[in-house]
């Protein structure tokens, strides 16, 4: 699949080199897990609950799932849409399709019609798995749109309660599996972007480069058999997933306690039952955990580090936590895309508060430029550009989009504005897509503008993120409306989004009325002007 029009490889010579300098070890998802099992044996590699689950039967429940899958007709090559829950069945479920040779595309517990039925049809997954129901939504309606929105579907496989679906977990009387041979340099699975456009987009990541993000991450995070890792944030996401997160934690012998909700009252209970040393949060995930501990922090006696990533981090907050949570902080900037930075640990206290690491990978090429791609010196603020053993090279299925977003050259545009420092570290100073980050979560403006402008009653509209204390932005929705302004339009506004199929996170905090949209002297609309305005006015 590696030459596959659907996926962009890296040019020949330079994915030898990562082969030569042992960055890509020729080792699949399936043979990674064995070579675990094989060496932790009976260590517990997953907690749920009371329920503890080995390394060993770890491996054994990914044979059993590939073989359930298999079984349901799926196989090498295909595209399955993954939403589940944090639950233990979401590691079954990745390993045993990486085993088989199918890849996943981990959906988020939030997403609704609108990106799931586009990530089968675009994608045209043979496959869809969810649960039941998961915070008072059941998602088997859910399963029957998309179904008959994407012909590919052959099977929905449920969690719980199946319906007229497949259940989710293998019979008894399964015939056992037989390993297929799987190739590191395949596709393993797909994360997705924030979608600066308004369609999300499908990274495709190997074997290869994404265990090499595992392995080194976990290297540089001192992880060890004694790490014990709170999985708060959803498992999908790529944060808590691969950097080091929950891989990287297996990686290294140790123990991922999984949170099915990342709320002090059920976090911090379960650092105290199971000693956890380190998790991983958003900051407005972590101001919330600060409030908590200010009233009572006994229960964290063993955390030892909190990573935070996703969203900008205040100095000013990130000082708090040694004081609040007797943790050290370590800071994380990445990317599904690929490029992760680490403030490593120990370091220096204003290199850790101020700046946002430095990236994994000797081979990592980061580029500083200006609006014409001129490349800037330390210390001055411009467009991050990247490239590197565990960077994509092109989006799924996204040949315009890719012509705009990489270099002929093949280094990535960001999208972020970065400074860097004389010695490699970067300062994430805040984003030049058009992109609203609401709590670690990137809504594309261009998305819900669109969606509003399919309403009778609106005439323009233009979404931007406004500063806010516990989410790092909230959205704001500034609408033209077609005539009048009548009671109760923000609310049939908002109706009409959700009826749309669109995350709860998409609905904007706020909607404003103006009776004409600012715009620039080019003729767009001025957004600067907007944000200015949402600032001013009260909530």
């Not at 699949?28 to 080995?54: H, K």
């Not at 010695?423 to 994430?428: E, N």
Request: hydrophobic content about 40%.
């Amino acid at each position: 699949m590696t030459a596959a029009p659907d996926f962009t490889p890296w040019p020949a010579e330079v994915a030898q080199l990562y082969r030569d300098l042992g960055y890509w070890q020729g080792e699949p998802f399936g043979a990674w897990l064995r070579g675990l099992a094989a060496q932790y044996g009976r260590r517990t590699a997953l907690v749920y609950g009371e329920q503890e689950v080995s390394y060993r039967d770890l491996d054994a429940r990914a044979d059993r799932q590939a073989a359930h899958f298999a079984a349901q007709g799926l196989g090498q090559g295909d595209h399955v849409v993954v939403q589940l829950p944090n639950t233990p069945k979401f590691f079954d479920v990745l390993f045993g399709l990486t085993r088989l040779g199918a890849q996943p595309i981990l959906a988020l517990p939030a997403h609704r019609q609108s990106e799931i039925g586009y990530f089968c049809t675009h994608a045209e997954a043979a496959a869809y798995i969810v649960a039941d129901r998961h915070a008072g939504f059941d998602y088997r309606p859910l399963a029957r749109a998309v179904q008959a929105q994407a012909p590919s579907l052959r099977r929905v496989f449920v969690l719980g309660e199946p319906e007229e679906f497949v259940p989710l977990t293998p019979p008894d009387d399964l015939a056992p599996f037989s390993a297929l041979a799987v190739s590191a340099s395949d596709l393993a699975l797909f994360q997705l972007s924030g979608g600066s456009t308004g369609t999300p987009k499908l990274i495709g990541r190997t074997h290869d480069d994404y265990l090499y993000s595992v392995r080194a991450s976990a290297e540089i995070c001192g992880l060890s058999p004694e790490t014990v890792y709170l999985a708060a944030l959803p498992l999908a996401h790529n944060f808590p997933l691969s950097s080091p997160g929950t891989l990287g934690v297996l990686h290294a012998g140790g123990q991922v306690v999984i949170a099915p909700q990342p709320t002090p009252d059920v976090a911090f209970d379960l650092i105290r039952r199971r000693g956890v040393t380190m998790t991983a949060l958003v900051p407005a995930l972590l101001l919330v955990w600060l409030q908590a501990a200010r009233r009572d922090r006994s229960a964290l006696g063993s955390l030892a580090r909190v990573q935070v990533g996703g969203a900008p981090l205040s100095p000013d907050v990130a000082r708090q936590v040694p004081e609040v949570l007797g943790a050290e902080v370590q800071q994380v900037f990445g990317m599904a895309e690929g490029l992760v930075n680490y403030v490593r640990p120990g370091a220096d206290p204003d290199a850790a508060y101020t700046t946002q690491g430095r990236p994994i990978s000797p081979h990592d090429e980061v580029r500083v430029v200006d609006d014409q791609d001129r490349d800037l010196p330390d210390g001055t603020p411009g467009h991050l550009l990247t490239r590197g053993p565990y960077t994509i090279r092109g989006y799924f299925r996204a040949p315009d989009h890719n012509a705009r977003a990489f270099t002929p050259d093949g280094f990535y545009r960001t999208g972020d504005i970065v400074t860097r420092w004389p010695d490699g570290a970067l300062t994430v100073s805040g984003r030049h897509k058009d992109q609203v980050n609401r709590g670690g979560e990137k809504i594309a403006a261009e998305e819900i503008e669109y969606a509003l402008l399919g309403h009778p009653q609106v005439q323009n509209a233009a979404l931007v993120g406004v500063p806010d204390p516990l989410l790092g932005e909230r959205s704001c929705a500034f609408v033209q409306p077609d005539g009048p302004v009548t009671p109760g339009l923000t609310l049939t506004l908002k109706r009409h989004l959700h009826s749309l199929g669109l995350a709860a996170y998409k609905i904007p905090d706020r909607i404003e009325f103006l009776p004409e949209l600012p715009r620039t002297a080019f003729g767009k609309i001025d957004k600067p002007a907007l944000r200015a305005l949402a600032q001013a006015r009260p909530v």
